[in-house]
Structure formats: C-alpha cells, structure tokens
C-alpha cells in the first residue's frame, strides 16, 4: 500500500476523524538520524507494523463525523493488525479534495462518493470482486450493483440510496383549497393560487438548482417531460427539444415568483427548513426528509405524491453512493485488510444503523429489512427507488455532465437562453 502523506493545512475542508494511533509512535526510523538498536537475547521482537488504511467519507448531515468516529474507534479495537482513519468531508469539497489527492500521488484507499466512471477510466480502480468478500457481495441489491457496471464489471459497490417524491404541506393546500397537484398544469395552477391566498408569504414550490443538487432539479423535469440525459443507445442527448421544454419550464416557473426566492443558492436543506416552517407549500425530495423535520423540530403536516409530470407518467429519481476502492499496489496483507473494512461495514445491524441514522434507503436486502421492521412507511419506499430511474453514473463523462448541467441552470436563472446553453453542453460533452 502506498504510503499516504498527511494532509496539507490548506484542505480546510476536510475534518478528519480518525484514530490516528500509528502516528508519531516512535517505531519509525525514518528521519530520526539514529539506527534502531539490534534486539539482544531475551528481548521482545519489534511490533508487527500495521496496515495503514485511509478512507474518504462523504458527509451526509451533522451526524455523519460522529458516526464515523465511532466506526473508527470500534473497528481498530476489533482488528489490532490494521490502523483505519476516515477523513471526512463536506459535498460541496468532496471532488476537489480527491481529485487534489490523486494528482499528488496520495489517492485513498477507499473512497465514499457518487460518482465513479471517471476513475474507472483512468485505470485508477479495482474491481469490486477483488476486495468484496462472497458474503458481503451477495447481501446487495443487484439493481443496485448493475448501476457500477462497465464493460461487464462491477467497479464500485452500492452505500446507500434514496428515492425523491413531492412532499406537500396538507394544511397549506387545505386552506387554498386544492387538490393535490400530478401535472404541470394542475402544478402550476396550484403555484399561483397559494401566492394569491397568502400574498407572497408561502413558497408554493422549493426548487434547488446549487452546486449541492443542481442535477437532481434538471433529472426531475426532463424525466417528467420524456427526455433523458443519453438515448437507448447510451449517446448523449442533453439538448433534446424534451429537456429544452422542461428546463424552460422551472426556469419560468422561478421567473413568475412560484419557487423560493433565489434557486441558485438555497439548497434542498434550506428548502426543507422552509418546508418545516410551513414556508414552503411544496417540494420534491428524498425518503429522509421525515427524519431531518422530526430532527429539526418540525411539526409539519405532509404528505407524499408523484412528483408532477407532464407526460401522463410520473418518474422517480433513485440516487446511489457507491464506495470503491483504488489500485494502490496492495500486497496480500493490505488487501486483506481492505476486505476487513467492508466485511465490517456491511454488517447487518451496524450497516442498518448507518442508514437509518440519516433516513437513507439500505443497498443490501437484511439492510431493507431491518429498515422496513424499525420503521414500516419505509417499506414503501425501498420499492420506489428499485423501479426509479438513475444518473448515468456509468459513463465516464458523468462528472462534466452533472456540473454543466447545473451550470445551464444558474446561466438559465440569469437569463440565458436555455436551447444555446444546452447545445453547448452537448457540443462540450459529445464533441
């Protein structure tokens, strides 16, 4: 395993949470200027040096440090032979942090993030196989698995997921008087009845096109309006006249006042505290929306529906993290301990406890269980994100596509024209 230098002060960003026990033992003599001294007769045989693993973890909500802190400290109590840290770290740094660490020679070995394809294509990861116990394996979802496929492999393994619905606010729409909307039309029409009945004091749709979920809001439409990022044949079609439509659409939408003031920077968690606060009537958003509105003190009064589509056919969206592991010439031993770490992981009641904690959907079928038995309306839910629709993760172009498409959004917000700004992309993107 290659040997990972600390950190440089200059990533802020990343908090790190690991037990770093190995560092400055004094069992090194690198740098000291002095040779260890011979072992005389009698004398105890020096310490077996440990394995040396680094993770990169994303950070999910205010819990996840703690989390993985605890994770920490448990699995190096359980495996003496193996010393882990976790370093985790915000989105909104996530791909710059990694992709910092890669260019100096310091990728991790395990890395905890949506995407994927890009690092494949760089030769710089291993296939699943080789660091996946059977057992483990064989705990996940398929559907989940087929989702990190390239060329028949499987080169990264599924985290967690959630599913996005709309959310809506029952005494809201009670008090406006309507009915649930499930087209754009009907959605619409409710958006400007709820600013006529409360004069601009309630949001009547959270939209969230920020560098945190940008891609989910363009996913929402264009699914919604029969376009698609790639076609059947897996080329991409980011300009098709489905998703001029539908990016017009929201675009018109924030432009007549029916959203939350400023898309650009209000994230889905601003959103969801206007939810809670009763100053957003409606919004599409994940299974854990529940759970960060009982965290915060919400007493909000939902509901859940199909997400408003403009085709006669509601589609949900189903996000997938994946964990993957990079080819730092492991030996045996290194691998071994790679293999520990998700063996540990994906343990039934302790991979539960990951995914109940932040009110995401579990990747393994006990994982579901568990879930469905702690908290039934989950139950629902797990069979919403199998039958959803999912990035197109697989393609090595991903990382660009997801970041322009949210730079067509904010261009679109400041008054771009959204048919040049996506026959760019496409340009950009398909050459």
């Known amino acids: 395993m290659k040997m990972k230098r600390i950190l440089s002060l200059a990533v802020a960003a990343v908090m790190t949470v690991g037990l770093l026990a190995g560092c400055g033992g004094g069992s090194s003599s690198s740098g000291s200027g002095t040779a260890a001294p011979a072992a005389s007769a009698g004398s105890a045989a020096p310490a077996a040096e440990k394995v040396e693993l680094n993770v990169i973890a994303a950070q999910y909500g205010t819990k996840t440090a703690d989390w993985w802190a605890n994770f920490v400290k448990e699995f190096n109590a359980a495996n003496e032979g193996i010393n882990l840290t976790v370093d985790v770290v915000s989105w909104n740094d996530i791909y710059t942090v990694v992709n910092t660490r890669i260019a100096n020679g310091e990728a991790p070995d395990i890395l905890n993030i949506d995407v994927f394809a890009d690092y494949q294509a760089d030769d710089l990861l291993l296939p699943a196989k080789d660091y996946v116990s059977d057992e483990t394996y064989a705990k996940f979802y398929p559907s989940f698995l087929d989702q990190s496929v390239i060329d028949g492999t499987v080169w990264a393994i599924p985290d967690l997921a959630s599913a996005r619905a709309m959310y809506y606010n029952k005494d809201i729409l009670a008090e406006v008087g309507v009915e649930v909307p499930t087209t754009w039309d009907e959605l619409t029409d409710v958006c400007q009845k709820i600013i006529d009945h409360y004069n601009g004091d309630v949001y009547p749709w959270g939209v969230d096109m920020t560098t945190d979920e940008g891609q989910a809001c363009f996913a929402y439409y264009i699914w919604n309006n029969g376009g698609d990022f790639t076609d059947a044949d897996g080329n991409w079609t980011l300009n098709s006249p489905e998703n001029v439509e539908a990016i017009e659409f929201i675009i018109d939408m924030v432009n007549k006042g029916y959203t939350n003031s400023d898309p650009a920077t209000e994230t889905r968690y601003a959103n969801q505290d206007m939810f809670g606060a009763g100053k957003v009537a409606m919004m599409i958003g994940p299974n854990s929306i529940p759970t960060y509105c009982a965290e915060g003190g919400y007493t909000v009064n939902y509901g859940v529906a199909s997400i408003p589509t403009n085709t006669g056919v509601s589609v949900s969206q189903g996000v997938m993290d994946r964990f993957m592991c990079f080819d730092n010439d492991y030996t045996d031993e290194e691998l071994a301990a790679v293999t ?92």
């Open 340 to 431: 520990t770490f998700f063996d540990f992981f994906y343990e039934d009641s302790r991979y539960s406890d990951w995914v109940l904690m932040e009110g995401f959907l579990p990747a393994t079928s006990a994982g579901g269980e568990i879930m469905a038995a702690a908290d039934p309306s989950q139950a629902a839910w797990i069979d919403i994100v199998g039958s959803s629709k999912f990035y197109p993760t697989a393609k090595a172009e991903w990382a660009d596509v997801k970041q322009g498409v949210i730079n067509v959004e904010q261009n679109a917000l400041l008054g771009g024209n959204v048919q040049e700004l996506l026959d760019a992309l496409q340009a950009e993107i398909a050459g």
